[in-house]
């Protein structure tokens, strides 16, 4: 039996201010956006995957102008046929994963699952007149 392969692309947006600039693990992302490239502190970052012998962590994903195009891109990149479909979690920063927003097409698998707990119906990600993600709730 072949099963399909699971594509998985991850996209991050920005950097907290409690980073100072230390984006340690962005090379681990598919995408970002040009602002967190941005806030980058290079010689922090570079000094902190060296130290961890982990060079993939500071290398510099593909990045966009917005949020919006980088969320766009990743979706593309899956070649879906419909990317409604997609499974995606969305996560506020890496020290709060009590609390994600999920898609449609993922909130049924969270439904199957004794361990989780729905809070609120998937809703559309929302984006405003800039590109920018609107915040999770």
Avoid: W
Wanted: charged share 25%.
């Amino acid at each position: 039996m072949v099963q399909g392969t699971v594509h998985r692309r991850i996209v991050v947006r920005d950097l907290t201010p409690e980073s100072h600039g230390n984006a340690t693990g962005v090379g681990l992302a598919d995408f970002t956006t040009t602002r967190l490239v941005r806030q980058m502190d290079a010689r922090v970052t570079y000094l902190n995957s060296l130290t961890a012998l982990s060079l993939q962590s500071a290398k510099i994903p593909i990045h966009f102008d917005t949020d919006r195009e980088a969320v766009s891109a990743a979706l593309q990149s899956l070649a879906l046929r419909d990317v409604t479909q997609a499974k995606v979690v969305r996560i506020q920063d890496t020290l709060s994963l009590e609390r994600v927003a999920v898609s449609e097409s993922y909130a049924e698998s969270v439904n199957q699952r004794s361990d989780l707990k729905v809070i609120n119906d998937p809703e559309a990600m929302k984006f405003d007149a800039d590109g920018l993600l609107a915040s999770l709730s």
